[in-house]
């Protein structure tokens, strides 16, 4: 059974266990965005990961509150290995 890509023993080898959230994604961004914007969040600094937040749009859908999702043109991949 795989978890979040990996397959679970991978994780449990390393020590790690994977517990899937309750929550959804829109939830968690919702929830850190006012910590992000007020500066409680020290996130790593990567440029990747700065243009994937950036890219992340707020939209109103019928039935819920919000949902937080990427621009509908944005694809990302992020590279498993950085070339040395």
């Known amino acids: 059974m795989t978890r979040g890509g990996w397959p ?7 020590g790690i266990t994977y517990l899937p959230s309750e929550r959804t994604k829109s939830e968690l961004y919702l929830e850190a965005l006012p910590a992000m914007n007020a500066g409680r969040i020290e996130l790593l600094d990567l ?6 937040l950036l890219g992340l749009e707020r939209r ?3 039935g819920t509150a919000w949902t937080i ?7 990302w991949r992020m590279p498993r290995a950085a070339p040395s």
């Not at 999702?69 to 694809?75: H, K």
């Open 8 to 14: 679970v023993e991978v994780w449990q080898r390393h």
């Open 47 to 52: 440029s990747m990961l700065r243009l994937q």
């Open 69 to 75: 999702a990427p621009a509908r043109a944005t694809t």
């Open 60 to 62: 109103a859908v019928v």
